[in-house]
């Protein structure tokens, strides 16, 4: 396995523009094959009641964010399969089980706590506000949308926050990897950046200024990759925190 990766990567690194068309393919391939994968993010409801978080802009009166939990709330008792909606604002409700950590006093913070009818509800509830509606896909494909457009056009606007925060995570976790790319990578010429932290290390002694500079190079990149999908990645992160 080893030897065919090193082949293969003789072969590739030389030719960047045919590699990275490649890897374009791919992911273009992978675009258009997703809606024929099931997804599953998160384990099938063990609870008849799920909790909603609500974020509103930052510095947000304790009145208006009140006002918005509300509105939500409204909405989802109007909804079949919910029996009873709790709703907390400013703060997020006791604990009442072990996987729900409450949330500090914040004013443009609330919960909606919704209690359903089966756990089996709970499951059909929360997958039917997570998704996009489909009378949005009708619609888009009433105006001669193809899946390609409506990927586009639709699904991935509306699925930014989640994207950025995924992919941010994901990125993180391959750029911090250690073991991983030291063991795939024999020749020091093709090792990543995060490798190259051993060699300011010797037997006797460390290049403190020199690790240092290479330890801000390293984080550099994350740095920037927070910057530009910041906004994206806070959306995402609020809204993964709905249960």
């Known amino acids: 396995m080893q030897s065919g990766y090193e082949w293969l990567m003789r072969r590739a690194m030389p030719r960047k523009a045919l590699t990275l068309g490649v890897a374009a393919g791919a992911f273009g391939m992978g675009l258009l094959m997703i809606r024929a994968i099931p997804q599953r993010f998160f384990p099938s409801a063990e609870r008849n009641q799920f909790i909603v978080d609500v974020w509103t802009p930052e510095g947000s009166r304790l009145e208006s964010t009140d006002s918005t939990v509300e509105r939500i709330a409204s909405a989802v008792r109007g909804t079949h399969d919910v029996r ?4 907390f604002v400013g703060a997020g409700s006791p604990r009442f089980y072990y996987n729900v950590n409450p949330e500090p006093p914040a004013s443009n913070y609330g919960q909606l706590l919704v209690n359903t009818t ?9 997958g039917s506000l997570r998704d996009v509606s489909t009378e ?4 888009m494909t009433v105006d001669g949308a193809g899946p390609f457009r409506i990927m586009m056009q639709l699904v991935i606007p509306m699925s930014k926050g989640a994207i950025a925060a995924v992919g941010t995570y994901t990125a993180l976790g391959a750029w911090n990897q250690f073991l991983f790319p030291l063991i795939l990578t024999q020749d020091p010429s093709m090792r990543v950046l995060t490798l190259s932290l051993t060699s300011f290390k010797q037997e006797f002694q460390i290049n403190v200024p020199g690790m240092m500079m290479a330890v801000m190079l390293t984080a550099l990149p994350v740095f920037i990759l927070y910057l530009v999908a910041r906004r994206w990645l806070i959306a995402g992160l609020a809204g993964m925190g709905s249960k």
């Open 118 to 126: 089966s756990a089996e509800a709970t499951s059909r509830l929360v």
């Open 136 to 139: 949005l896909y009708d619609a």
């Open 84 to 87: 009873t909606v709790a709703t």
